[in-house]
């Protein structure tokens, strides 16, 4: 190694990584090297070999592109959180090397070739599962990844991989972009009216902060959705839906840059690039492509399923609808409910029914108390400790914790929870490290943690605690499942453990398993304190709140099937050349399902990244999929409850993560389910909890 490279952070794997220490300068040397290693790696193991085996091919293979898909994981993760036009250069003259290695890789036929020999062999049925589902899961990735393709075909593949990864690449950084570019500056406080204090405390911060008299507002979702939900003002209402609904989009306002922005072409691109893909792989479509390493067997199931869930959830939403517009013109004076009056008629229709308001319940919620409960929840079901660890971070409001048990280290996560410039918006967990155990040598797990939540407010001097709303924490608790998955894996093979390996439209199950617990008493009465008196929340208050679960659940519940079919009709019967707007699949998936149509200026689509730029694409019905296991898991606690155990048992804890969690990827989610449960999945208990249930 040269001397550049001995000093380039990138390139220490000997622990975690050095964030103080990497600068854009470091990434297009580090990439270079650790291609040229992989590629004399690729080389050796391509050669001829008496006998394969796991020891002299998979090992070293795997040795050799986990710490490039490290160091590239580094890379992306810092491009996502601290943006920078240094950095995101870097990254984007790096992104069609590294893209162009892994499809290369997974096109090498020689390669292919070893893992099928491994699974001839009788020596295979003496590895482990883990090691047999990862020679299985290899065997099943060359073929998607054009392995079988002769060599025309092979070099059209690759190049489309290629023109994807940079497609979907500059539909982040439009959303970003625009989304970071567009402010709102008020003057006048009396603008504001019904907007809560903590709010506008922290607009007035930001403007501060640019050097501005008045309240600064932005399109990151802590500081716009106030306003949706509490501004008395509908010219402001409008305002602000206008501009988030159309951020991206041929209808954004005029920004310098607003036709640079547009996401509108890269969608086609997108779309047509698949569709193109499918068609080289032998396939009728992208979805049936997506669907390949999923639970669901085809488009068609899927579909089904979305379906028959839209139609359970109708006559609820069609009641929810009702009630809210009837509601707006008596009480509020609004005879033409509009999309932006949606969250502001709802939360004040909530108020008047329950007796409280999201603002109130938002008073109980600071961040240190969600914290230490949430811990102390994970503590109590999974028998672990969690404490403050020490690392460099990639900015100075990033905390690092570890996870212990028995006082051996289990794994660790950084936890970044405010929304800033430069960061990309939604929250989500991505791995830093993975588990495995390497010549006798463990490797712990290691989690990146994220969410937009709104930052410390400092008033005359003094920073004032975040609060969270009630959302924010089940968005916490959603990410931190996610972590848990990838951290408490017992599973010592890299290709399968944590979320490794494990099915698309099942990695959702812990994340949504997690939130359930944002319900129970037992946990918010220990993570709760009020942020002037310090007082718990109220029983009446928790009360109200769990009547109040379930409200709009039918009008929440169709707007996500709207989404997730619209993704699979996008990407299973739609025609990117044949002259079909998407805006036209988007409109008849909307006339069949929704009851809320949005205004035609609506280009949601538009900043639509879990399918355009997440890995989610003709999977998004992985949320409501996943969701019905969640909440059939979790019936397990409330049964347990039932009897008398509590819903914090740690028995039914420890089976949750032992059946589900410690496994990760090394066997298919089914089984892993039936295990826990004891039987095949059920809709009951998601019904149930929905208030849907017949």
Avoid at 15 to 40: C, K, Q, S, W, Y
Avoid at 187 to 195: I, M, P, Q, T
Wanted: glycine share 6%; net charge negative.
């Amino acid at each position: 190694m040269t001397n550049d490279a001995l000093n380039n952070p990138l390139l220490d794997f000997s622990g975690l990584p050095r964030f103080d220490a990497i600068t854009p300068a470091h990434v297009t040397p580090a990439v270079e090297h650790l291609l040229e290693l992989n590629r004399a790696a690729v080389a050796r193991l391509e050669a001829p070999a008496e006998q394969v085996t796991w020891e002299n091919f998979v090992a070293p293979l795997e040795n050799a592109t986990e710490q490039l898909g490290r160091a590239w994981g580094i890379v992306s993760h810092l491009n996502n959180v601290v943006d920078t036009p240094e950095l995101r250069a870097a990254y984007n003259d790096n992104l069609p090397k590294v893209t162009e290695f892994w499809t290369a890789l997974a096109q090498n036929e020689a390669l292919f070739a070893k893992y099928k020999a491994i699974k001839a062999s009788a020596a295979f049925a003496g590895l482990s599962p883990a090691r047999q589902r990862i020679i299985e899961n290899a065997i099943r990735d060359f073929r998607m990844g054009g392995a079988e393709l002769p060599a025309d075909k092979k070099e059209r593949f690759a190049a489309i991989q290629e023109e994807h990864a940079a497609t979907s690449t500059r539909f982040s950084e439009n959303v970003l972009d625009a989304t970071n570019d567009w402010k709102l500056l008020v003057a006048d406080e009396a603008e504001l009216s019904g907007v809560p204090d903590d709010v506008k405390a922290a607009a007035k911060a930001l403007a501060e902060k640019d050097g501005k008299q008045g309240f600064q507002f932005t399109l990151h979702f802590p500081s716009y959705y106030p306003l949706l939900q509490f501004a008395d003002s509908r010219a402001l209402r409008e305002q602000v839906y206008r501009a988030n609904a159309t951020k991206a989009s041929e209808l954004a306002e005029a920004f310098s840059e607003r036709e640079k922005w547009d996401n509108s072409q890269n969608i086609v691109t997108l779309l047509k690039l698949r569709a193109e893909e499918a068609q080289l792989l032998g396939y009728a479509n992208f979805a049936e492509v997506s669907l390949v390493p999923k639970m669901a067997q085809s488009p068609e199931q899927v579909i089904g399923f979305l379906e028959d869930l839209a139609k359970r959830a109708r006559p609820y939403a069609e009641q929810d609808l009702a009630e809210l517009r009837q509601f707006a013109k008596e009480e509020l004076g609004i005879a033409d409910l509009q999309a932006w009056d949606l969250p502001y008629a709802s939360e004040k229709l909530q108020e008047r029914r329950y007796a409280f308001s999201a603002q109130e319940v938002k008073q109980y919620f600071p961040e240190h108390k969600v914290i230490d409960g949430l811990f102390r929840l994970v503590q109590s079901l999974f028998a672990v400790s969690i404490v403050r660890d020490e690392a460099s971070t990639w900015h100075q409001d990033v905390r690092f914790y570890r996870i212990e048990r028995d006082g051996k280290l289990v794994g660790q996560f950084y936890l970044d929870l405010y929304a800033r410039a430069g960061k990309s918006g939604g929250a989500w967990m991505d791995d830093a490290r993975g588990r495995r155990v390497e010549q006798g040598k463990l490797q712990t797990p290691v989690a990146y943690l994220t969410c937009n939540f709104t930052e410390p407010a400092v008033i005359d001097g003094q920073t004032q605690p975040s609060l969270f709303t009630h959302d924010e924490v089940i968005t916490l608790f959603h990410e931190f499942g996610h972590g848990l998955h990838h951290m408490l894996t017992l599973v010592d093979e890299l290709g399968v453990s944590g979320i490794s390996g494990v099915e698309w439209d099942a990695v959702e199950l812990p994340s949504q398993f997690m939130e359930n617990f944002c319900w129970e008493w037992d946990v918010l009465s220990h993570m709760t304190a009020h942020v002037r008196t310090g007082e718990a929340l109220p029983r009446s208050l928790y009360e109200k709140m769990l009547a109040a679960k379930n409200f709009q659940s039918g009008l929440q519940t169709l707007r996500q099937v709207e989404f997730s079919l619209l993704d699979m009709h996008l990407h299973y019967d739609y025609d990117p050349a044949g002259g079909k707007a998407v805006q036209d699949v988007i409109d008849a998936v909307r006339r069949q399902f929704s009851i809320v149509v949005p205004p035609a200026f609506n280009r949601f689509q538009n900043s639509f990244g879990h399918i355009f730029a997440g890995g989610y694409a003709a999977g998004y019905y992985s949320y409501k999929w996943a969701e019905v296991l969640s909440a059939d898991a979790y019936a397990a606690f409330e049964e347990a409850a039932a009897l008398g155990g509590g819903a914090l048992t740690t028995e039914t804890g420890r089976r949750f993560q032992k059946e589900i969690l410690a496994v990760g990827g090394s066997r298919p989610a089914l089984e892993s389910f039936t295990a826990f449960r004891g039987r095949e999945p059920s809709i009951d208990a998601l019904l149930r909890h929905s208030g849907m249930a017949a």
